[in-house]
T-cell receptor, first 117, second 115 residues
């Protein structure tokens, strides 16, 4: 079974609009972390935002916020006031467990976001 | 701001040749990872490394792969005899735990092409 599902292969949005990228996850571990990374066409992976499973509040980082709905197992990324530079591939990822150690990330298939001028 | 660096940025090699991909993790990080991304596909975990030994490896990480931290700063991935299907972007990542939080920071990647 897929641990991370991103159902939108591509999205097109007008500049300055807000956009929501969907991510659902599957885990039986009560402790986990959810991440969003941005991958521009140059290929690097840029960390955007993190949400811990026990965090009471939705994470925010500048124009990025994470709409965390634990009961629905969803962790959607919201980008407010989109800019042309937001055009990129976006990956949702999950780390299971919160015991310190080297714990792998499991990634979704990604959503390609295109911002139109 | 400190960042993970990787060299080379691109490598082209012949099938059967050995390649070594190099990474310099962020200096106070303790956990190190290699991931790969075949063109157009999602990022896949290869191996994690802590305290000079492998913590976990995926089924992709077979006997052709090895990792090393030879000098306390570099972290290398060696592919002994490359295959066509090893062509991919290889990412190194490093992390440190702060309480119950850990964020993995990725390097810019090495794009490997096996001919």
């Amino acid at each position: 079974a897929q641990k991370i599902t991103q159902t939108q292969p591509g999205m097109f949005v007008q500049e300055k609009e807000a956009v929501t990228l969907d991510c659902t996850y599957d885990t039986s571990d009560p402790s986990y972390g959810l991440f969003w990374y941005k991958q521009p066409s140059s290929g690097e992976m840029i960390f955007l935002i993190y949400q811990g499973s026990y965090d009471q509040q939705n994470a925010t980082e500048g124009r990025y916020s994470l709409n965390f709905q634990k009961a629905r197992k969803s962790a959607n990324l919201v980008i407010s006031a989109s800019q042309l530079g937001d055009s990129a591939m976006y990956f949702c990822a999950m780390r299971e467990g919160s015991l310190q150690g080297a714990q792998k990330l499991v990634f979704g298939q990604g959503t390609r976001l295109t911002i139109n001028p | 701001e400190p960042e993970v660096t990787q060299t080379p940025s691109h490598q082209v090699t012949q099938m059967g040749q050995e390649v070594i991909l190099r990474c310099v993790p962020i200096s106070n990080h303790l956990y190190f990872y290699w991931y790969r991304q075949i063109l157009g596909q999602k990022v896949e975990f290869l191996v994690s490394f802590y305290n000079n030994e492998i913590s976990e490896k995926s089924e992709i990480f077979d006997d052709q792969f090895s990792v090393e931290r030879p000098d306390g700063s570099n972290f290398t991935l060696k592919i002994r005899s490359t295959k066509l299907e090893d062509s991919a972007m290889y990412f190194c990542a490093s992390s440190v735990w702060r309480g119950t939080e850990e964020t993995q920071y990725f390097g810019p990647g090495t794009r490997l092409l096996v001919l």
